[in-house]
């Protein structure tokens, strides 16, 4: 049987009358992917206008067989950032967290069975462009380290799926509790029962 150890216990929404959303539309991958484009070539530019010595440098390195292997630990990297944040804030245990690769867009994903509370969902949808994409992009321009700021476009760019499913929590209401949906990009949401 499949049990869930997350923090808030499955409802059955069936005979509670509870609302529950399915948001799994099939335009948020493409959309995922032209933010992606947006953010990759808009963060360029920005980075270019804010940081002097930006130009060929970054290019030549992120040439390199080197960085190409940076970049795909990168990315390992920002999965495993969503698992632990699912495991620490999300509650969830080992045994919930799925790590597979998506044939379709080539890219690795992590997923996870049994609901969990929408600002968990929120943080581990979130961590791995604030830690790895935001955070170091801002340091770079700081401290005008060039090549930490092309990586960190890179990892902007790398997170437009999971910018795209954070603008769909927006607006849900706060006690909401959500499922992964494992079959493609998006999530399904309870909705709290109104006082
Ligand atoms: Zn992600």
């Known amino acids: 049987m499949a049990t869930s150890s997350c923090r808030i216990r ?14 799994s539309d099939s335009w948020m991958y493409s959309a995922a992917v032209l933010l992606g484009l ?20 970054p290019v030549l390195a ?17 999965e495993m950032i969503h698992t632990v944040t699912l495991l620490t804030i999300g509650g969830c245990r080992w045994a919930d ?3 597979g690769i998506s044939w379709r867009s080539l890219t690795p994903y992590v997923s996870w069975s049994g609901p969990i509370a929408l600002r968990h969902y ?3 949808v979130l961590a791995p ?25 890179l990892m902007i760019s790398a997170a437009a799926g999971d910018l795209v499913l954070f603008s769909r929590t927006v607006g849900l209401p ?18 709290p029962t109104p006082e």
């Open 129 to 153: 462009f604030l830690a790895m994409g935001l955070v170091p992009f801002v340091l770079g321009c700081w401290f005008n380290a060039p090549v930490v700021v092309a990586w960190a476009v």
């Open 62 to 78: 992120l040439s390199s067989t080197v960085t190409v292997a940076i970049f795909v630990l990168s990315i390992l990297v920002h």
């Open 97 to 99: 967290v799925r790590l």
């Open 122 to 124: 929120q943080a581990s």
């Open 10 to 23: 499955p409802v059955n929404y069936e005979t509670d009358g509870v609302s529950v959303i399915e948001i």
């Open 174 to 191: 706060g006690q909401s509790v959500v499922w992964d949906n494992q079959k493609m990009l998006g999530f399904s949401a309870i909705l």
């Open 38 to 57: 947006i953010l990759l070539v808009g963060g360029w530019k920005l980075a270019a206008l804010v940081t002097p010595g930006f130009g060929m440098d």
